[in-house]
């Protein structure tokens, strides 16, 4: 076992087993983050910190799997639901641009009607009359349920959908890999194993994907240490995650709520702690985000002490953590303060974390 720095109560590992990542879990938190900061400067030397300009597009909000934490989702037939047009797309789109945008966040429900061909025409529609706009898009569990009503594999649904032009999927959809906790949270949504595959096959296409998870479902401390090692070994197989965004759940106006009243808003030390933990176990992983949308700017900003590379979205717009109630945003100007702010060089980056302009 490699160990580079010590601390009085915790050591920088290269490689942690579980049985560390539980005792460090539980450390000082001043402690594991000088150890997730130090690993950070040994990764990313230079000190820069990076963002992306993107919009968050959500196609559809209509929604048959029902997550008991989603406070966005709403049936067919709902007044409230609705399908994009692409002139409205179009329009979002035009207005990422004017701002420098780069990528688009394109996700929605798991829509029963909605089948490969509409999907392949809609990216075909983006792709041609924006080409130099990178759409992160859909997630696992949309990428199984077309899968399921097109009656095709999930990696011919990635295959079809990259040559239409779509280069990367984000790591919505995972919440904690667990399938106890999955059970009840989300007992519609793909298992973990399938989760898993599915980013699996979009790395062997070449595509390159985000992994996530939300905390505060429920789960235990052994919980989130196998969702982390679960990355840690696809990682290890497939390569093609760029980067870990840690998120905590939301629980106003959720279902789940009502269900599990026990489960509250997380407090910044927690978040802090297991953002920390993330960089110091998933040592196969480049970079690591910080959730600013959830924890708010200055959480945000305190997360690059704790390991965190990138500052993640200016995210023009966003729309699934808001239904809940929580709802920052931020500005390019804003973020390079807060980069700023901590002693680093704030760098907009692309979807494959390729560095466009520094300031």
């Known amino acids: 076992m ?34 997730a900061l130090e690993t950070k400067r040994k990764l990313h030397p230079d000190r820069v910190t990076t963002f992306v300009i993107d919009r968050n597009i959500n196609y559809t909000n209509i929604c048959h799997i029902g997550c008991k934490f989603c406070a966005f989702r709403v049936v067919e037939g709902d007044k409230e639901g609705y399908i994009l047009p692409y002139e409205v797309i179009d329009r979002k789109i ?97 298992t973990v194993v399938d989760w898993l595959r599915i980013h699996g096959e979009a790395h062997e296409l070449g595509m390159t ?41 939301q629980p106003d106006r959720t279902p789940l709520q009502k269900l599990r009243p026990d489960l509250t808003k997380q407090s910044p030390n927690r978040y802090l702690r297991l953002l920390a933990l993330a960089r110091l176990y998933l040592n196969n992983f480049q970079n690591i985000q910080s959730s600013w949308v959830t924890q708010g700017a200055y959480i945000g900003q305190l997360a690059l002490r704790f390991g965190a590379n ?39 980056r692309n979807t494959r974390y390729e560095r466009l302009r520094s300031f």
């Open 2 to 35: 490699l160990r580079v720095v010590n601390y009085t109560h915790l050591s920088i590992i290269l490689i942690m087993t579980k049985q560390e990542a539980l005792q460090a879990i539980k450390e000082n938190l001043n402690a594991i983050g000088a150890a």
């Open 94 to 190: 035009e207005e990422l641009i004017a701002i420098g945008g780069t990528q688009i966040l394109f996700q929605g429900g798991a829509h029963p009607k909605l089948a490969i061909d509409y999907y392949e025409n809609l990216i075909d529609h983006i792709h041609t009359t924006f080409p130099a706009i990178d759409i992160h898009g859909f997630s696992a569990v949309e990428i199984a349920y077309i899968s399921k009503i097109s009656a095709i594999s999930s990696k011919e649904v990635l295959a079809r959908l990259q040559d239409r032009g779509m280069r990367s999927m984000p790591g919505a959809g995972a919440e904690i890999l667990s399938d106890r906790v999955r059970s009840y949270v989300s007992p519609n949504k793909v």
């Open 209 to 249: 994907t985000s992994a996530t998870m939300v905390f505060g479902l429920g789960e235990s401390d052994e919980e989130i240490i196998d969702h982390l090692e679960s990355l840690r070994v696809q990682q290890d197989k497939t390569g093609g995650f760029t980067a870990f965004i840690l998120w905590s759940y």
């Open 310 to 348: 990138d500052l993640g979205s200016t995210m023009m717009e966003e729309n699934v953590v808001a239904a809940t109630g929580c709802s920052h945003s931020m500005a390019t100007n804003e973020m390079v303060a807060l980069i700023k702010g901590v002693g680093e060089i704030p760098v907009q």
